[in-house]
């Protein structure tokens, strides 16, 4: 597998949690806040490999005191906002957050439309690796730092997918990881799929965790109705 170099782009599903969504009217302007990163939390396959973002990977790029643009769908035809104007961009413990107040444009009114009626829900960020760190069968990266070129709402799928705080809870009881276990809950959501090895271990050893009558196993054999159950559970 070639690492990747040059500009690339990330999308993130957990910009706009429904707990933390905030969307208000300000004078006669929208004023928007939303994660375009989220630190430490795994992404989907990006062809051969998955990443994490290491918290303080934006911290050198934003003292810098570059322009860095918000755009609509990266396009730069399309500017919704600046650092030098409109847009700011801070980092706390989740992720990298932008604020801004959206311009009266026919964009600017469009976005405040989409991410209200929560059609928009994800932002990304375009960014250049200046440092980062592989495992040694390439198979996980982790970004030390990023130069960071611009957010931008838009509507694609996301590469870091939202864990929701129901899974968490149930993967700690387990001491599994969040994002192993919400794998295995998309596997069962999806009839043509099939469970790995693993998986069925991770499932299993939950439902143990819940239950008086413990079970073997749930991809075959007499406990398979259970493994239907959670399927049904999860459609």
Do not use: C
């Amino acid at each position: 597998m070639n690492k990747p170099t040059g500009r690339e782009f990330r999308v993130s599903t957990e910009t706009w949690p429904d707990d933390a969504i905030e969307l208000r009217a300000e004078g006669d302007g929208m004023t928007f806040s939303g994660y375009a990163a989220v630190f430490n939390s795994r992404s989907e396959d990006l062809g051969g490999f998955r990443e994490t973002i290491r918290p303080g990977a934006f911290d050198k790029t934003l003292g810098e005191k570059r322009a860095i643009k918000m755009f609509w769908n990266h396009n730069s035809d399309i500017a919704l906002g600046s650092t030098r104007s409109n847009l700011t961009l801070s980092v706390d413990d989740r992720g990298l957050l932008a604020t801004a107040k959206l311009p009266e444009t026919t964009a600017g009114r469009d976005m405040a439309t989409l991410v209200r009626d929560k059609i928009v829900d994800s932002m990304s960020f375009g960014f250049q690796t200046v440092k980062d760190s592989w495992t040694e069968d390439l198979t996980h990266r982790e970004l030390v730092e990023v130069q960071l070129f611009e957010v931008s709402p838009v509507t694609g799928w996301p590469a870091y997918p939202k864990t929701s705080a129901s899974v968490r809870e149930l993967a700690e009881t387990i001491e599994a990881e969040p994002d192993d276990l919400a794998e295995a809950f998309n596997v069962l959501r999806d009839p043509e799929a099939r469970l790995s090895r693993a998986q069925a271990s991770l499932l299993t050893k939950l439902i143990n965790s819940r239950s008086d009558a413990p079970v073997a196993g749930i991809h075959r054999g007499p406990d398979a109705d259970i493994y239907a159950a959670f399927r049904a559970a999860l459609s």
